[in-house]
């Protein structure tokens, strides 16, 4: 079956620290991958996706290469920033499967000035 | 952004209580989805519809029933739960996901924090 693994958190960095919150997968057949942000008190938001092999998602500085090699898609950004305090969700989504959209455990990620 | 609304925002209600939640969507989506977030637990996914049918249902106990009277709306009626159903409940919607291309994104709503006393 399909799967998404995370590193476990949570994740504490001084400002402008560089980030990676690492992510794996397993898919039966070729998955979309995802990464979603949770704000505290806040739903899902989609913060930045790659439907195929080799394809660099980015959105806010934030960015997450799609590796079918090594079946990876970590997120990473350069400088982080207090207002990034949030939980990051890794997901994927393929075509086969009962399961349209599978998720990670999330990882929590705390900015301090 | 978000084009999905939900209402309310937060809900208390005891174990005899009958109350239903509500999710709106005004981004011409066909496919809504009904998700449960509980504290330490990876998000489960309850229920899918497409173009208004039930194409999943996640083993979901009968005292949670879905109701998608549109393409636009989607209800989540709640009778006799359990403390343990205190949960963060987030509704998404997304295109046709069996359309026969890349499945699409799934875009969130606020969520409603459900607590059962």
């Known amino acids: 079956g399909n799967s998404v693994t995370q590193m476990e958190g949570p994740v504490t960095l001084s400002e402008e620290a560089f980030l990676t919150i690492n992510c794996t997968y397993t898919a039966t057949g070729y998955p979309s991958l995802f990464w979603y942000v949770q704000y505290p008190g806040e739903g899902l938001q989609l913060l930045l996706k790659a439907t195929k092999a080799d394809d660099k998602g980015s959105n806010k500085g934030f960015e997450a290469t799609y590796r079918k090699e090594t079946t990876s898609f970590h997120l990473e950004k350069g400088s982080v920033q207090v207002s990034d305090s949030a939980v990051y969700f890794c997901?994927?989504?393929?075509?086969?499967?009962?399961?349209?959209?599978?998720f990670g455990k999330g990882t929590r990620l705390s900015v301090i000035a | 952004e978000t084009g999905v609304t939900q209402t309310p925002r937060h809900l208390v209600m005891g174990m005899t209580n009958k109350k239903s939640l509500k999710c709106e969507q005004h981004l011409g989506h066909n496919a809504m989805y009904w998700y449960k977030q509980s504290a330490k637990k990876p998000l489960e996914l309850m229920f899918v519809?497409?173009?208004?049918?039930?194409?999943e249902n996640n083993s979901v106990p009968s005292r949670f029933s879905p109701e998608c009277p549109n393409s636009s709306h989607l209800f989540l009626h709640l009778h006799t739960l359990q403390p343990e159903d205190s949960a963060l409940y987030l509704c998404?919607?997304?295109?046709?996901?069996?359309?026969?291309?890349?499945?699409?994104?799934?875009?969130f709503g606020p969520g409603t924090r459900l607590t059962v006393l």
């Open positions: 997901a994927l989504i393929t075509l086969s499967g009962n399961t349209p959209l599978v």
């Open positions: 519809y497409n173009f208004k049918e039930q194409t």
């Open positions: 998404a919607s997304s295109q046709d996901h069996f359309a026969g291309g890349p499945p699409d994104t799934q875009y």
